[in-house]
Every structure is written in C-alpha cells, then in structure tokens.
Nanobody, 126 residues
Framework: QVQLVESGGGSVQAGGSLRLSCVAS????????MGWFRQAPGKEREGVAA????????YYAGSAQGRFTISSDYAKNTVYLQMNSLKPEDTAMYYC???????????????????WGQGTQVTVSS
C-alpha cells in the first residue's frame, strides 16, 4: 500500500524558512511525479511544486518560484520542499502527493494525483 507521510511544518515569522519532508513507502520510488500542494482555509487546494524523481525535472507555481525549492533523495525515498522568505499568505496545510508522470501543463492538477499524505501545517506570522 502506497503511503506518504509529511513532516516539518510549524510556525515561523515572515521572512523565515521551513523545510518540509515527505517520506514515501509501499511502491517503487525511482520514477514518479511527486508534488507539493497547499490549502488555506476557505480556499481550493493548489499546486506549489512538483518533481519527477526519474530525471529530477522540477515545476513550480508562480508564487513559489524563486523562494521554494523541491528536491528528492532517492536513497531515503523522500521529497523535500525548502521554503525561504516565507510570507503570511503561505500559511496553509501542505500536502504531498504522487502520480506516475509529471507534465509541464498538468503537474498542478490535484485530481490527477493518486495518493496523498495527511498534511503538515505551516503558519507564517507577520
């Protein structure tokens, strides 16, 4: 059974940093699309970043570009999201998810991901 477990969330002040982790188990990790999403209260879940673990290709939402970095550690079956220069509007529950392949024009579509973690809360205060 595929499982994703996120960790690393917390409360920080604006301008601070956090690194989220997502550990995957129950499937062959070598070539999958791993995505990070977030959902703030009253808003729809949105894509933040994704990485194809087969070749390391990455994709970012405009709000994350230049501040967030997604990376993958094959040996640890783990995907990370390094978040710098955090803003209050980054406050949300962050989820990781997986699907077979990443495409530049669809990586952010939540309904195309098959497995989701339980989420980790990120709160940024001003």
């Amino acid at each position: 059974q595929v499982q994703l477990v996120e960790s690393g969330g917390g409360s920080v002040q604006a301008g601070g940093s956090l690194r989220l982790s997502c550990v995957a188990s129950g499937y062959t990790y070598s070539s999958n699309c791993m995505g990070w999403f977030r959902q703030a209260p009253g808003k729809e879940r949105e894509g933040v970043a994704a990485i194809y673990t087969g070749d390391g290709r990455t994709y970012y939402a405009g709000s994350a570009q230049g501040r967030f970095t997604i990376s993958s550690d094959y040996a640890k079956n783990t995907v990370y999201l390094q978040m710098n220069s955090l803003k209050p509007e980054d406050t949300a529950m962050y989820y990781c998810a997986t699907r077979a392949l990443c495409y530049s024009y669809t990586w952010y579509r939540t309904h195309e991901y098959t497995t989701w973690g339980q989420g980790t809360q990120v709160t940024v205060s001003s």
